[in-house]
């Protein structure tokens, strides 16, 4: 049995859950104790009623619940902006829930529910998880070779022990879809590990198979889909954890644009590295700008603000084929619900 802390645990609740003072969006949940936080998510724990009591009233222990909250924050070359991208939140939060709820077939998720137990001002950008005892790893797929994947290729001729052929372009799509695991560091980059490391820091071999298995079957399920509307996920990286019966779950968010690389499939082409889906507006104007990608990152104008959303609610109706408002709708976070419901 792996024995690595439980996050909020003695280690991962140290500190007060801190009102977050550079995030207006989710400050009213600073009551709820605060368990991870992300350059743009946080992770609350749920106490109390309703919030893991066992529905067959049996009396045995309830399954520890989390609320994940994803808000309008966004990052460029690895900083936050001081400037929110309206309904990112929401979209990558749907997005993370069209997927989870297509690929139960592969793996089991941590996803509990989208409306109940999610507070009235969270609604539609917050779920309710499981909390899962989480691996020490990341799991990565990629598709095609680009980002840190292209650059180790270009080092060293392979990507996490992996050796390529040589005369792989960049962005190049690649035989079939490789694991590339990495570690997950506190602060700074993730590092690149090959699959026996992944092996020796889970604790279980088979274990890290199956995570492989899976990542693999839910990337190539994705970018299937992705690929038949005008999209191509290029890579994407998954968190696995272990439910309480020790079966392989996986959580976080899943093949969203913060958590993969989605290109346009009009105008791929290797060679170079391609735009970016979502974030290439901001990209090209904070370049322009000349800002020299160090903190702190620039206010981000207005016309920007509003063609970046434009491409988020784009990736979210592409993929999923409906409108973003029926997302809206669903989780009761559309305008006229958000009135119905304070009245
Ligand atoms: C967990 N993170 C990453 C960091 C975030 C998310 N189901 C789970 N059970 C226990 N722990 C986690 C999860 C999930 N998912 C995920 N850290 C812990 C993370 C920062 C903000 F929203």
Same mark, same amino acid.
């Given at each position: 049995?792996?024995?690595?802390?439980?996050?909020?645990?003695?280690?991962? @609740?140290?500190?007060?859950?801190?009102?977050?003072?550079?995030?207006?969006?989710?400050?009213?949940?600073?009551? &709820?104790?605060?368990?991870?936080?992300?350059?743009?998510?946080?992770?609350?724990?749920?106490?109390?009623?309703?919030?893991?009591?066992?529905?067959?009233?049996?009396?045995?222990?309830?399954?520890? @619940?989390?609320?994940?909250?994803?808000?309008?924050?966004? *990052?460029?070359?690895?900083?936050?902006?001081?400037?929110?991208?309206?309904?990112?939140?929401?979209?990558?939060?749907?997005? *993370?829930?069209?997927?989870?709820?297509?690929?139960?077939?592969?793996? *089991?998720?941590?996803?509990?529910?989208?409306?109940?137990?999610?507070?009235?001002?969270?609604?539609?950008?917050?779920?309710?998880?499981?909390?899962?005892?989480?691996? %020490?790893?990341?799991?990565?797929?990629?598709?095609?070779?680009?980002?840190?994947?292209?650059?180790?290729?270009?080092?060293?001729?392979?990507?996490?022990?992996?050796? &390529?052929?040589?005369?792989?372009?960049?962005?190049?799509?690649?035989?079939?879809?490789?694991?590339?695991?990495?570690?997950?560091?506190?602060?700074?980059?993730?590092?690149?590990?090959?699959?026996?490391?992944?092996?020796?820091?889970?604790?279980?071999?088979?274990?890290?198979?199956?995570?492989?298995?899976? *990542?693999?079957?839910?990337?190539?399920?994705?970018?299937?889909?992705?690929?038949?509307?005008?999209?191509?996920?290029?890579?994407?990286?998954?968190?696995?954890?272990?439910?309480?019966?020790? @079966?392989?779950?996986?959580?976080?968010?899943?093949?969203?644009?913060?958590?993969?690389?989605?290109?346009?499939?009009?105008?791929?082409?290797?060679?170079?590295?391609?735009?970016?889906?979502?974030?290439?507006?901001?990209?090209?104007?904070?370049?322009?700008?000349?800002?020299?990608?160090? %903190?702190?990152?620039?206010?981000?104008?207005?016309?920007?603000?509003?063609?970046?959303?434009?491409?988020?609610?784009?990736?979210?109706?592409?993929?999923?084929?409906?409108?973003?408002?029926?997302?809206?709708?669903?989780?009761?976070?559309?305008?006229?619900?958000?009135?119905?419901?304070?009245?």
């Amino acid at each position: 049995m792996p024995s690595w802390p439980l996050p909020g645990g003695p280690e991962g @609740r140290r500190g007060p859950p801190t009102p977050l003072v550079a995030s207006p969006y989710v400050t009213a949940l600073a009551d &709820l104790p605060l368990i991870a936080r992300g350059k743009v998510r946080e992770m609350y724990e749920l106490t109390g009623e309703g919030s893991g009591g066992a529905p067959d009233g049996t009396g045995s222990s309830p399954e520890p @619940r989390l609320l994940m909250v994803a808000s309008d924050r966004i *990052s460029t070359y690895d900083v936050v902006h001081p400037t929110p991208i309206p309904d990112k939140g929401r979209v990558l939060t749907g997005l *993370s829930v069209f997927w989870f709820e297509r690929t139960g077939h592969i793996v *089991s998720n941590h996803l509990l529910s989208a409306t109940v137990g999610v507070p009235e001002h969270a609604l539609g950008r917050a779920l309710v998880v499981r909390r899962l005892r989480m691996l %020490p790893v990341e799991c990565v797929v990629r598709g095609y070779i680009s980002g840190s994947g292209w650059r180790d290729y270009r080092a060293s001729g392979a990507v996490s022990g992996i050796p &390529l052929p040589i005369g792989v372009r960049e962005s190049e799509q690649l035989p079939e879809p490789l694991f590339t695991p990495s570690t997950k560091a506190d602060v700074g980059h993730d590092e690149a590990i090959d699959f026996e490391r992944a092996v020796q820091l889970v604790g279980d071999r088979q274990l890290m198979e199956r995570a492989r298995e899976a *990542s693999i079957e839910l990337y190539s399920f994705a970018a299937a889909h992705a690929r038949e509307r005008g999209v191509i996920l290029a890579d994407t990286k998954f968190e696995f954890g272990l439910d309480h019966d020790g @079966r392989l779950v996986v959580g976080d968010e899943v093949l969203t644009p913060d958590s993969s690389r989605y290109w346009p499939a009009d105008g791929f082409e290797p060679g170079h590295g391609q735009p970016s889906f979502d974030k290439q507006y901001v990209r090209d104007w904070a370049t322009a700008s000349g800002w020299n990608k160090r %903190p702190p990152a620039p206010a981000i104008p207005a016309d920007v603000v509003a063609g970046t959303r434009a491409r988020y609610v784009e990736a979210y109706e592409r993929i999923t084929g409906e409108p973003f408002e029926a997302w809206l709708e669903r989780t009761g976070s559309a305008p006229e619900e958000q009135e119905r419901g304070a009245a």
